[in-house]
T-cell receptor
Framework: DGGITQSPKYLFRKEGQNVTLSCEQNLNHDAMYWYRQDPGQGLRLIYYSQIVNDFQKGDIAEGYSVSREKKESFPLTVTSAQKNPTAFYLC???????????FGSGTRLTVV | GDSVTQMEGPVTLSEEAFLTINCTYTATGYPSLFWYVQYPGEGLQLLLKATKADDKGSNKGFEATYRKETTSFHLEKGSVQVSDSAVYFCALTDHGTSYGKLTFGQGTILTVHP
Protein backbone atom coordinates (compact mmCIF):
# COMPACT_ATOMS: atom_id res chain seq x y z
CA ASP A 1 0.00 0.00 0.00
CA GLY A 2 1.17 3.49 -0.76
CA GLY A 3 1.80 5.94 2.03
CA ILE A 4 4.22 8.00 4.05
CA THR A 5 6.56 6.47 6.60
CA GLN A 6 8.08 8.55 9.37
CA SER A 7 10.77 7.22 11.64
CA PRO A 8 11.45 6.95 14.43
CA LYS A 9 8.11 7.29 16.22
CA TYR A 10 9.83 8.59 19.38
CA LEU A 11 13.17 10.36 19.53
CA PHE A 12 15.15 11.75 22.42
CA ARG A 13 17.83 14.36 21.97
CA LYS A 14 20.38 15.79 24.33
CA GLU A 15 20.97 19.51 24.48
CA GLY A 16 23.39 20.64 21.76
CA GLN A 17 22.86 17.66 19.47
CA ASN A 18 21.54 17.59 15.92
CA VAL A 19 18.98 14.94 15.07
CA THR A 20 17.47 13.88 11.74
CA LEU A 21 13.87 12.78 11.27
CA SER A 22 13.15 10.51 8.36
CA CYS A 23 10.22 10.86 5.92
CA GLU A 24 9.74 8.50 2.98
CA GLN A 25 6.79 8.31 0.57
CA ASN A 26 5.92 5.89 -2.20
CA LEU A 27 2.95 7.84 -3.55
CA ASN A 28 4.89 9.45 -6.39
CA HIS A 29 3.96 12.87 -5.00
CA ASP A 30 6.00 15.85 -6.15
CA ALA A 31 5.46 18.06 -3.10
CA MET A 32 6.52 17.26 0.46
CA TYR A 33 6.14 19.23 3.69
CA TRP A 34 7.27 19.30 7.31
CA TYR A 35 4.96 20.62 10.02
CA ARG A 36 5.49 21.09 13.71
CA GLN A 37 2.61 20.55 16.14
CA ASP A 38 2.48 22.05 19.63
CA PRO A 39 -0.48 21.80 22.00
CA GLY A 40 -3.06 24.49 21.34
CA GLN A 41 -1.18 25.95 18.36
CA GLY A 42 -2.24 23.77 15.48
CA LEU A 43 0.34 22.89 12.86
CA ARG A 44 3.00 25.28 11.63
CA LEU A 45 4.94 24.84 8.40
CA ILE A 46 8.72 24.39 8.74
CA TYR A 47 9.87 23.63 5.19
CA TYR A 48 8.35 22.48 1.95
CA SER A 49 9.60 21.13 -1.34
CA GLN A 50 7.74 21.17 -4.62
CA ILE A 51 10.34 19.28 -6.61
CA VAL A 52 13.58 17.34 -6.20
CA ASN A 53 16.63 19.46 -5.32
CA ASP A 54 14.48 22.45 -4.41
CA PHE A 55 12.90 23.52 -1.13
CA GLN A 56 11.59 26.66 0.56
CA LYS A 57 11.36 27.92 4.10
CA GLY A 58 8.01 27.88 5.79
CA ASP A 59 6.84 29.99 8.70
CA ILE A 60 9.21 28.63 11.36
CA ALA A 61 12.35 27.44 9.54
CA GLU A 62 14.93 28.80 11.99
CA GLY A 63 16.94 26.00 13.60
CA TYR A 64 15.89 23.41 11.00
CA SER A 65 17.35 22.15 7.74
CA VAL A 66 16.14 19.82 4.99
CA SER A 67 17.29 18.13 1.81
CA ARG A 68 15.43 16.70 -1.19
CA GLU A 69 17.86 14.57 -3.12
CA LYS A 70 15.23 12.01 -4.09
CA LYS A 71 11.55 12.37 -4.88
CA GLU A 72 10.69 9.79 -2.22
CA SER A 73 12.65 11.27 0.67
CA PHE A 74 12.52 14.56 2.60
CA PRO A 75 14.55 14.30 5.84
CA LEU A 76 14.39 17.05 8.46
CA THR A 77 17.36 17.91 10.67
CA VAL A 78 16.66 19.64 13.96
CA THR A 79 19.84 21.52 14.79
CA SER A 80 21.20 22.70 18.10
CA ALA A 81 20.16 26.20 17.07
CA GLN A 82 16.49 25.30 17.53
CA LYS A 83 15.72 26.70 20.97
CA ASN A 84 12.64 24.68 21.78
CA PRO A 85 12.64 21.51 19.69
CA THR A 86 10.38 19.37 21.86
CA ALA A 87 7.27 18.83 19.70
CA PHE A 88 5.37 16.45 17.46
CA TYR A 89 6.66 16.56 13.85
CA LEU A 90 4.47 15.63 10.92
CA CYS A 91 5.56 15.00 7.35
CA UNK A 92 3.12 15.23 4.46
CA UNK A 93 3.11 14.86 0.72
CA UNK A 94 0.81 16.16 -1.94
CA UNK A 95 -0.04 15.93 -5.59
CA UNK A 96 -0.47 19.68 -5.49
CA UNK A 97 -4.16 19.42 -6.23
CA UNK A 98 -6.77 20.36 -3.65
CA UNK A 99 -7.22 17.60 -1.11
CA UNK A 100 -4.22 15.57 -2.23
CA UNK A 101 -2.41 15.68 1.12
CA UNK A 102 -1.27 12.50 2.85
CA PHE A 103 0.26 12.69 6.33
CA GLY A 104 2.70 10.41 8.06
CA SER A 105 2.04 9.16 11.59
CA GLY A 106 4.52 11.60 13.12
CA THR A 107 7.69 11.66 15.22
CA ARG A 108 7.61 12.87 18.80
CA LEU A 109 10.91 14.57 19.65
CA THR A 110 11.85 15.22 23.26
CA VAL A 111 14.92 17.09 24.47
CA VAL A 112 16.39 15.57 27.61
CA GLY B 1 -1.47 36.50 5.02
CA ASP B 2 -3.75 33.50 5.13
CA SER B 3 -5.21 32.47 8.47
CA VAL B 4 -7.77 30.07 9.93
CA THR B 5 -9.60 30.56 13.22
CA GLN B 6 -11.45 27.74 14.96
CA MET B 7 -13.70 27.84 17.95
CA GLU B 8 -11.82 27.18 21.13
CA GLY B 9 -12.23 23.87 22.82
CA PRO B 10 -12.29 21.47 24.30
CA VAL B 11 -15.79 20.41 23.32
CA THR B 12 -17.45 17.74 25.43
CA LEU B 13 -20.68 16.09 24.28
CA SER B 14 -22.84 13.12 25.13
CA GLU B 15 -23.30 10.39 22.55
CA GLU B 16 -25.96 11.22 19.91
CA ALA B 17 -25.66 14.97 20.54
CA PHE B 18 -25.41 17.50 17.69
CA LEU B 19 -21.93 18.82 16.93
CA THR B 20 -20.86 22.16 15.51
CA ILE B 21 -17.25 23.33 15.34
CA ASN B 22 -16.92 26.83 13.94
CA CYS B 23 -14.21 27.78 11.47
CA THR B 24 -13.59 31.11 9.73
CA TYR B 25 -10.79 32.03 7.39
CA THR B 26 -8.88 34.85 5.75
CA ALA B 27 -7.29 34.34 2.35
CA THR B 28 -6.06 36.62 -0.40
CA GLY B 29 -6.53 34.19 -3.29
CA TYR B 30 -8.97 31.38 -4.06
CA PRO B 31 -8.84 28.89 -1.20
CA SER B 32 -9.87 25.30 -0.97
CA LEU B 33 -11.08 24.37 2.51
CA PHE B 34 -10.56 21.20 4.51
CA TRP B 35 -11.35 19.48 7.76
CA TYR B 36 -8.77 17.04 9.10
CA VAL B 37 -9.10 14.69 12.06
CA GLN B 38 -6.31 13.47 14.33
CA TYR B 39 -6.69 10.50 16.65
CA PRO B 40 -4.34 10.22 19.64
CA GLY B 41 -0.70 9.63 18.68
CA GLU B 42 -1.44 9.60 14.97
CA GLY B 43 -1.06 11.81 11.94
CA LEU B 44 -3.88 13.74 10.29
CA GLN B 45 -6.55 12.20 8.09
CA LEU B 46 -8.60 14.15 5.60
CA LEU B 47 -12.22 14.21 6.76
CA LEU B 48 -13.81 16.35 4.04
CA LYS B 49 -13.08 19.18 1.64
CA ALA B 50 -14.69 21.86 -0.51
CA THR B 51 -12.97 23.59 -3.37
CA LYS B 52 -15.30 26.46 -4.28
CA ALA B 53 -18.02 28.64 -2.81
CA ASP B 54 -21.29 26.88 -1.87
CA ASP B 55 -19.71 23.42 -2.16
CA LYS B 56 -20.67 21.03 0.63
CA GLY B 57 -18.12 18.48 1.76
CA SER B 58 -19.37 15.37 3.54
CA ASN B 59 -17.97 12.15 4.96
CA LYS B 60 -18.88 9.71 7.77
CA GLY B 61 -21.89 11.83 8.75
CA PHE B 62 -19.87 15.05 8.99
CA GLU B 63 -20.71 18.01 6.76
CA ALA B 64 -19.34 21.48 6.08
CA THR B 65 -20.42 24.13 3.56
CA TYR B 66 -18.02 26.63 1.99
CA ARG B 67 -19.59 30.05 2.69
CA LYS B 68 -17.69 32.76 0.84
CA GLU B 69 -19.96 35.56 2.04
CA THR B 70 -19.21 34.80 5.69
CA THR B 71 -15.74 33.28 5.05
CA SER B 72 -16.75 30.24 7.06
CA PHE B 73 -16.56 26.45 6.88
CA HIS B 74 -18.28 25.14 10.00
CA LEU B 75 -18.17 21.41 10.73
CA GLU B 76 -21.42 19.68 11.75
CA LYS B 77 -22.62 16.21 12.63
CA GLY B 78 -26.13 15.33 13.62
CA SER B 79 -25.35 12.53 16.08
CA VAL B 80 -21.86 12.04 17.45
CA GLN B 81 -20.41 8.74 18.64
CA VAL B 82 -17.71 7.95 21.21
CA SER B 83 -15.45 6.98 18.32
CA ASP B 84 -15.60 10.58 17.04
CA SER B 85 -13.46 11.71 19.98
CA ALA B 86 -10.39 13.29 18.38
CA VAL B 87 -8.81 16.63 17.47
CA TYR B 88 -10.35 18.40 14.49
CA PHE B 89 -8.43 20.88 12.33
CA CYS B 90 -9.82 23.32 9.82
CA ALA B 91 -7.37 24.22 7.06
CA LEU B 92 -7.06 26.01 3.75
CA THR B 93 -4.81 26.01 0.77
CA ASP B 94 -4.75 29.20 -1.25
CA HIS B 95 -4.15 28.39 -4.88
CA GLY B 96 -3.79 32.02 -5.77
CA THR B 97 -0.70 32.56 -3.67
CA SER B 98 1.08 29.65 -1.98
CA TYR B 99 1.15 26.53 -4.07
CA GLY B 100 0.01 23.49 -2.13
CA LYS B 101 0.73 24.77 1.38
CA LEU B 102 -1.88 24.14 4.05
CA THR B 103 -2.64 26.76 6.68
CA PHE B 104 -4.23 25.25 9.80
CA GLY B 105 -6.43 26.45 12.59
CA GLN B 106 -5.35 25.68 16.15
CA GLY B 107 -7.44 22.54 16.43
CA THR B 108 -10.48 21.67 18.53
CA ILE B 109 -10.45 18.74 20.93
CA LEU B 110 -13.73 16.80 20.90
CA THR B 111 -14.60 14.32 23.64
CA VAL B 112 -17.78 12.28 23.38
CA HIS B 113 -19.07 10.46 26.47
CA PRO B 114 -21.35 7.39 26.36
Amino acid sequence: DGGITQSPKYLFRKEGQNVTLSCEQNLNHDAMYWYRQDPGQGLRLIYYSQIVNDFQKGDIAEGYSVSREKKESFPLTVTSAQKNPTAFYLCASSTGAAGGYTFGSGTRLTVV
Amino acid sequence: GDSVTQMEGPVTLSEEAFLTINCTYTATGYPSLFWYVQYPGEGLQLLLKATKADDKGSNKGFEATYRKETTSFHLEKGSVQVSDSAVYFCALTDHGTSYGKLTFGQGTILTVHP
